[in-house]
């Protein structure tokens, strides 16, 4: 289940982040949505379908597998298999949350084991001095 959390410096300041490079968080996920941008590479990659989430309104999302929570397109050791991977992860955990009061915002999969302490690279410049004061 995604735990996620909006950026901020509060929550992140003192926190560090890894490229994901095992994509074992996204096996039990048999479609992820895809953008208009990428489908020349993802129809070439993977089947793709429309779901229809309200009753006007279709979503364009690739088929990773055909049992409901079960993926075939992440392999027995976290690799992804397709040539293509959809855009929406691309920036992992790094996610577009929806706000309220301005739209969109920043947010992070803090779920994923790419956020925490030990390793990485920090979320934020010094968020107290920024670089150039």
Same mark, same amino acid.
């Given at each position: ?58 979503? !364009? $999302? ?11 397109? =992440?392999? *027995?050791? @976290? ?34 084991? !790419? $956020? ?11 968020? =107290?001095? *920024?670089? @150039?004061?």
């Amino acid at each position: 289940m995604n735990k996620l959390f909006p950026l901020s410096a509060e929550r992140h300041a003192h926190k560090l982040w890894q490229r994901t490079q095992n994509w074992s968080f996204l096996s039990q996920r048999s479609l992820l949505p895809v953008v208009i941008l990428e489908l020349p590479s993802a129809c070439a990659a993977m089947p793709l379908a429309f779901v229809k989430q309200d009753p006007d309104r279709f979503h !364009l $999302v690739a088929v990773l597998g055909t049992a409901q929570d079960r993926s075939l397109a =992440v392999g *027995p050791m @976290g690799q992804w298999r397709p040539a293509h991977y959809p855009a929406m992860f691309s920036t992992y955990p790094f996610v577009l949350m929806d706000d309220k009061e301005d739209g969109q915002m920043v947010g992070i999969d803090e779920s994923t084991g !790419l $956020v925490g302490i030990d390793s990485g690279s920090p979320f934020l410049m010094n968020p =107290v001095n *920024p670089p @150039g004061r």
